[in-house]
Nanobody, 124 residues
Framework: QVQLVESGGGLVQPGGPLRLSCAAS??????????MGWYRQAPGKQRELVAE???????NYADSVKGRFTVSRDSAKNTVYLQMDSLKPEDTAVYYC????????????????WGQGTQVTVSS
């Protein structure tokens, strides 16, 4: 059983900061977590990648957030963070955590898992 729980969303003024957290919990199996990341979905739009980080620490960002957002992870806590600075109204969306998890108990399997989403609203 894999569960991802996000926190940190809310209402922020344009130009302000916000930090999202996502903690992964796994029960009933030994496991490994590979890439973790953040996606977002605005009303009427498709879900899009915001940022991701591999287990080795390599990062990838959407062009629209480069220089403003920073993704990081604490592997000991199975947690990924998204520091969002200089927020813009167009950053308003539901933000979803994603993790690539391998479970080793029989039958071994590897899959992407999603959190429930957290709303980020940038408005004055």
């Amino acid at each position: 059983q894999v569960q991802l729980v996000e926190s940190g969303g809310g209402l922020v003024q344009p130009g302000g900061p916000l930090r999202l957290s996502c903690a992964a919990s796994v029960s009933g199996s030994s496991f490994s977590i590979y890439a973790m990341g953040w996606y977002r979905q605005a009303p009427g739009k498709q879900r899009e990648l915001v940022a991701e980080i591999t287990s080795g620490g390599s990062t990838n960002y959407a062009d629209s957030v480069k220089g403003r957002f920073t993704v990081s992870r604490d592997s000991a806590k199975n947690t990924v963070y998204l520091q969002m600075d200089s927020l813009k109204p167009e950053d308003t969306a539901v933000y979803y955590c994603n993790a690539d998890v391998a479970l080793y108990s029989y039958p071994a399997r590897r899959a992407y898992h999603w959190g429930q989403g957290t709303q980020v609203t940038v408005s004055s």
